[in-house]
């Protein structure tokens, strides 16, 4: 399991992560971004803003935007909608429904996105410039801007007339981990600073303060400690794992009759369908008990590999193939690659299948958090429901395109 899922992580050298130990090095790491032409072009952006609002100033009790989907215009009602002055009371007022979601186009940023505008929020994502282009946000109905947080000149025209920032961002696999996930956070909340985002929510991992040994955790807890300290309105919401992983990871290999990776640790996740995620994070968006907090997202129950490779099996019909990986083997390899600077990256990841092949538990009790929200813990998807309903689609398809099959051979 771990050594499946981390060849699927962003990196950094031990080197990086000690560079960034503490917040108070982010002036330096963002000196070389130019972050006083940040701030200033930021301000700048913010005085011209002329988006989201009516020309006398009041906030339109209807919004016009654009259905792709049937083709036509639709009149969406947004009856939570208010006006609310920038930082200092400098700038055009905008809404407190307009969100700008970065990292949209990732497992977790399109449930954020569609969730919200089935809400009636107005959502811009931020898109880095790619080969596919991200049309499914447009169908939507949501708003795509091109924006890079490794290059932090592109952000601040994209914050214009945005209440709140949900940042759902990571870097990709190719990358060094600090690119991203540092140097392009701190960039992104220096401008959300200047520019008067009322609002950040930050997407980070259970327990991160308890492995600053893994490149990818330490500096999760170093952009939450960042965070609290910038003087931002923030929510950082901790998750554990997600469903949607366990698809490509176990239930196709094992459909398909392929090897899966196994280890012989105990490890617990409690894994969370990403469209629960984006539920409960759009009910504590509107929570004023959660301004200023951590919060802690997990599953109704905690899974160790083994047991979530015989749930598939079950629900599969057929017995899994599996390669078990010893702790061990991991752990000295991790040793050999750090030998070279070229497998660097390599030894990174494999620190983080450390973490996910020791004797840890990724859960946390949700008790407490189901009653600040106001959400029945009925309505969180369990993983054996989630796996089922994904079989069932999947094998009902398999059954029908062999119908299909056999009753085209007959004709012919």
Known sequence: ?????????????????????????????????????????????????????????????????PERRSGRMIMRRNATTRVVATAGGVGTPVRNTSILVVGATGTLGRQIVRRALDEGYD?????????????????????????????PETLPATLVGIHTIIDCATGRPEEPIRKVDWDGKVALIQCAKAMGIQKYVFFSIHNCEKHPEVPLMEIKRCTEKYLAESGLNYTTIRLCGFMQGLIGQYAVPILEEKSVWGTDAPTRVAYMDTQ???????????????????????????????????LCERLAGQDAKVTTVPVGVLKTTRILTRLFQWTTDVADRLAFSEVLTSDVVFSAPMTEIYGMLGVDPKDTTTLELYLQEYYSQILKKLKDLKASSKQGDYYL
């Open 276 to 310: 629960d995620i984006a539920r409960l994070t759009l009910t504590a968006l509107r929570n004023d008990k959660t301004e200023r907090k951590a919060l802690t997202f997990a599953g109704p129950r905690a899974w160790t590999t083994q047991e979530v490779i015989s």
């Open 123 to 151: 959502v811009r994502c931020l898109v880095r410039s790619r080969p596919a282009p991200a049309d499914f946000l447009r169908d939507w109905g949501a708003i795509v801007v091109n924006g890079d947080l490794s290059k």
């Open 1 to 65: 399991m771990a050594l499946q899922a981390v060849l699927h992580l962003p990196s950094a050298s031990m080197e990086s992560v000690a560079r960034i130990s503490s917040p108070a090095s982010a002036s330096s790491s963002c000196a070389r971004s130019s972050s006083q032409s940040l701030v200033s072009f930021a301000a700048r952006c913010q005085l011209r803003s002329t988006f989201w609002s009516s020309p006398d100033g009041d906030s339109p009790s209807f919004l016009v935007l």
